[in-house]
């Protein structure tokens, strides 16, 4: 699988500095992204490779939010191999988002954790927080109480799943929740999964990543989320090689349907090269969500 041997290679070197850090800025012309806000970050040294918004500003970030879902699901150590339950419960009462996985589907929790990364699918993230000692109430001050510990003094957590607006999180925070994320390796795996069948309680479902980029070995990634409501516009983080260094990109509120992919690729170019990527090589692919 391409993505594990991105994380063979980027794994290396890469030490988790202590939640009190703080980020060396550098100021640089920007490489014409559409993304209202963006973030580059060096995931060793934190030097700060491209920005464009006060990275200290909270903002919706929609199913990015799943990261921080992951952790605390795996943090509480249940048994991934565990079956849990779909039930009405899970279904979205915010957005009115659907999903194949229709009440009465029994998978794993490793499944359900596995389509709430790769495929962002908000069923599996509420009822991966369900199934959680002491309820979702409980998993979302479990949330909470993580991103304190990671140091995201800008955010708040609702809902598992990020259906909420009020679920946000500053572009720094996002690097440390990425930053943390990119430590385990089942994160990274499901993460970066390009799709998987599931066998639901009306057949076997076919489902695929949201980001076209985990398609895509000219870029490779290393651990990926998207996110999408009305108000966090489409928003991407993702861990990919520059000049052979880890990096952390965090892009918010893109209009467009493929602009954060675009700007993905646009933002590796720039910073690899210094020049603007070509029009024919930005094009996103016209399956991503």
Known sequence: MPAGRVVQRLIVGFALIGIGFSFAYATAP???????AYLAVDAQSLAVLAQHGDPEVPRPIASITKLLTALVVLEAKQPLQELITITAEDYDRIKGTRSPLVAGTTLTRGDALKLALMASDNRAAMALARHYPGGRA???RAMNVKAKMLGMRHSHFVDP??????????MNDLVRLVRAAYQDPVIRD????????VRTHSGTVRFRSTNALVRNDAMPIALQKTGYTREAGRCLVLVTPVK?????????????KYTRVADAKRLRHWLETGKPLPARAQRGNPRAG
């Open 30 to 36: 920007g490489p014409g992204l559409r993304s209202e």
């Open 138 to 140: 409980a998993f979302v």
């Open 161 to 170: 799943a990020g259906l909420s607006p009020e679920n946000v999180a500053s």
């Open 190 to 197: 499901y993460s970066t999964e390009n799709e998987e069948l």
């Open 244 to 256: 052979g260094r880890p990096t952390i990109f965090v892009l918010l509120n893109s209009q467009g």
